[in-house]
């Protein structure tokens, strides 16, 4: 079965820096991109970037760029979304979502999500 | 970045009627173009992949249709669980980068 877990909700102060992660299990993790999706509070999904785990070869959406880095560890099958200075604007639900790869690479399975908030 | 726009923003429909959303992309995405379904705190649910086929598991009374730049999904005889938010979302680029439409949110009149 396939399954994306995710870390646990953050609570974070600005300025702060943050990882969260996606554990895959159920299928082979280098086989298939994996990518991030922002939903803030009341709002809609934001497609962030993708990975392949395979070769770690990561692209971003351009409002995200620079703003966050996607990465990959084949050894744990885990994806991570990192902030290096979190800002206030960053509270969201974040999920990871898998590309399928028969048919196009639709978002075919998801993690349950990070909630994350920024506040002094 | 393919922008996708969805109408209408909010449907109110009594349970047992039959709806259509709509998803217009700004350039033609062939037929790569998958629906969601989200729920209040959950994460979204797949319910078709290019443009018309329905995901594992899920009922014959959501359909998908369309090509090209126009798209629609057709729920027909409206059940209480399909209230929530739908989402389109495209993937016709290379590396997969995807993007969704701002939703279409059903709820019950």
């Known amino acids: 079965e396939v399954q994306l877990v995710q870390s646990g909700p953050e609570v974070k102060k600005p300025g702060e820096s943050l990882k969260i992660s996606c554990k895959a299990s159920g299928y082979s993790f280098s086989n298939f991109w994996i990518g991030w999706v922002r939903q803030m509070p009341g709002k809609g999904l934001e497609w962030m970037g993708i990975?392949?785990?395979?070769?770690?070869?990561?692209k971003y959406s351009p409002s995200f760029a620079g703003q966050v880095t996607i990465s990959a560890d084949t050894s744990v099958t885990t994806a991570h979304l990192q902030w290096s200075r979190l800002e206030a604007s960053d509270t969201a639900t974040y999920y990871c979502a898998r590309s399928s790869d028969t048919s196009g690479y639709f978002s075919d399975y998801w993690g349950q999500g990070t909630v994350v908030t920024v506040s002094s | 970045e393919i922008v996708l726009t969805q109408s209408p923003a909010t449907l109110s429909v009594s349970p047992g009627e039959s709806v259509t959303l709509s998803c217009t992309a700004r350039q033609s995405v062939i037929t790569n173009v998958a629906w969601f379904q989200q729920k209040y705190g959950q994460a979204p649910r797949l319910l078709i992949y290019?443009?018309?086929t329905r995901a594992t598991g899920v009922p014959a009374r959501f359909s998908g249709s369309g090509f090209g730049r126009e798209f629609t999904l057709t729920i027909s005889s409206l059940q209480s669980e399909d209230f929530g938010v739908y989402y389109c979302?495209?993937?016709?680029?290379?590396?997969?980068?995807?993007?969704f439409g701002q939703g279409t949110k059903l709820e019950i009149k």
């Open positions: 290019g443009a018309s």
């Open positions: 979302q495209q993937y016709n680029d290379w590396p997969p980068m995807c993007s």
């Open positions: 990975i392949n785990p395979g070769d770690s070869f990561v």
